[in-house]
């Protein structure tokens, strides 16, 4: 049986799909975790909270694969925007992943993953496409409160991940400048993605903008946390699912 893991760093962030999750799913702890295995609008699922962080994201994809079998992984949740084009409310779907903490230079090149011989990590293209699709039926006609587009736009292209909550202006402009194709910075996926890379785990992931990564990045984010994360992840998911 195909089995698709959905991960997500904090509650808020798949609430609404442990919810809508068919009655009678069973939950493993593993780990100090909870892996709820189940049926999740026709697909088999398991849905687990990996909270935040590259360790606790490779963790919980490691987990996974190797007790839960799964096929796939969809990594969701919020994003601070980096790139110009992107505002509070834009979701952004992986085309590859990079660890924009990593630095082992002189032993290896800047952002390399030692030992791998690889900076980014390619997203499998057919999940991801359907994500980006299921993503622009869902933000069509949608306008975000406090955002400076009326339209949600959908992006796809290259996440930037690391152990850090970017919340200056200055910050940001220095991974912008680092990384001038980042569209948004996060602090899980590409973690994920080198475990699923490392176990030919095809996976993707979908991100939600809730700041700018500047001084007003915490307010922003928790205000979008409590009252749209939800919304946006089951929103774009369920027509996939359900498919
Ligand atoms: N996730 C959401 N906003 C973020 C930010 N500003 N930095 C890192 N991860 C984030």
């Not at 195909?2 to 808020?12: F, P, Q």
């Not at 909870?34 to 606790?56: E, N, Q």
């Not at 869902?138 to 690391?162: C, K, M, Y």
């Not at 996926?189 to 890379?197: D, E, H, I, R, T």
Request: proline share 3%.
């Amino acid at each position: 049986m195909e089995r698709l893991a959905i991960l997500g760093a904090l509650h808020e962030e798949i609430a609404d799909l442990l919810a809508a999750m068919d009655p009678g799913a069973a939950v493993h702890r593993i780990a100090m975790r909870d892996f709820h295995v189940g049926t999740l609008w026709g697909t088999p699922c398991v849905i687990a909270l990996s909270r935040i962080g590259k360790v606790a994201a490779a963790a919980t994809a490691s987990i996974v694969i190797r007790e839960f079998q799964v096929s796939r992984v969809i990594f969701t949740g919020l994003a601070g925007g980096l790139h110009p084009d992107v505002e509070v409310g834009d979701v952004v779907v992986a085309h590859s992943l990079m660890q924009h903490d990593m630095d082992a230079r002189p032993l290896f090149g800047q952002h390399e993953i030692p030992l791998l011989g690889r900076v980014r990590f390619e997203s499998d293209a057919e999940l991801s496409k359907r994500l980006l699709d299921s993503a622009g039926d869902f933000v069509r006609g949608r306008a975000i409160e406090g955002a400076a587009r009326a339209q949600a736009r959908v992006h796809g292209g290259l996440i930037a991940t690391g152990d850090v909550f970017v919340s200056h202006a200055e910050e940001a402009l220095a991974l912008r400048a680092r990384l001038p194709d980042a569209l948004c910075v996060e602090m899980e996926g590409a973690a994920m993605a080198q475990v699923c890379y490392e176990s030919g785990i095809p996976f993707a992931v979908l991100r939600v903008i809730s700041d700018r990564a500047d001084h007003a990045a915490k307010t922003d984010f928790t205000a979008f946390l409590e009252n749209v994360a939800r919304v946006y992840t089951a929103g774009i998911l369920a027509p996939l699912l359900k498919a």
